[in-house]
């Protein structure tokens, strides 16, 4: 039996499908931005890309945890 998938990455495979970007190319974009506040980088997702509000809270939450 597989265990389900928890967190952000619960989200990944409608961020994907919804916004066209894989979560890999998300993560160099976020990179690139050069923004270290979490919040700061869930608007600057939102507002320069259009992503939702927890589609960006859980890339954000995925870059951090990994970066």
């Given amino acids: 039996m ?16 919804t916004y066209g970007k894989s979560v890999d190319a998300w993560m160099k974009i976020l990179k690139a931005a050069k923004i270290e506040k979490h919040m700061e980088m869930v608007a600057f997702l939102k507002r320069e890309h259009r992503v939702g509000h927890g589609h960006a809270n859980a890339l954000v939450a995925h870059f951090r945890a990994h970066s």
Avoid: L
């Fill in 2 to 17: 597989t265990q389900p998938v928890k967190g952000p990455a619960f989200y990944f495979p409608s961020i994907e499908k």
